[in-house]
């Protein structure tokens, strides 16, 4: 993401968490900007890292993964689970809700992009999941794959 355009998502991350009246601090900051600026996911390690090398602010891992958890339940970032790393919400400055979250994730190189489905794939999904006796427990679908840049320089 573009400098300026990390500025512009993070001003609105803050104005998002000053109305609902909760605190958007500097170390909260720091990793969401992490997040927007990395090209991939990133765990909270790699969070704590960053931190480190880029702004000389020494985080711990459990420090981060507080901060992660915050940022999370306020739908700034989301957690993959399939690699337990994090990504900034692409949604955070566009103005829409979400309906579920829906990632790909590149196995070469941790790329995940957010997609939106319609809502009737969603249905769909739900129904044939709840036809076999399963519970859905979530609305986060996770589908792995390889990105086009890996595609192209793996030769695929």
């Not at 968490?17 to 958007?24: H, L, T």
């Not at 891992?61 to 958890?69: A, E, F, G, K, N």
């Not at 900034?88 to 941790?110: M, P, R, T, V, Y």
Request: hydrophobic letters at 35%.
């Amino acid at each position: 993401m573009r400098d300026r355009e990390t500025k512009r998502v993070l001003r609105e991350a803050e104005r998002y968490c000053s109305e609902k009246g909760v605190r958007f601090t500097a170390k909260r900051k720091l990793v969401l900007e992490a997040l927007l600026n990395s090209d991939k996911s990133l765990s909270a390690y790699e969070l704590a890292d960053y931190c480190r090398a880029e702004q000389g602010s020494e985080m711990l891992p459990m420090s981060v993964y507080r901060i992660l958890d915050f940022l999370a339940s306020e739908r700034l970032v989301h957690r993959i689970k399939t690699t337990n790393k994090f990504i900034a919400c692409s949604h955070i400055s566009c103005g829409h809700e979400h309906k579920a979250w829906q990632f790909l994730i590149c196995q070469n190189c941790d790329k995940v992009e957010e997609v939106d489905l319609e809502k009737s794939i969603l249905n769909k999904i739900t129904d044939a999941i709840q036809e076999v006796g399963f519970q859905v427990a979530g609305r986060q679908f996770e589908l792995e794959g390889v990105c086009s840049d890996c595609t192209v320089s793996i030769g695929r």
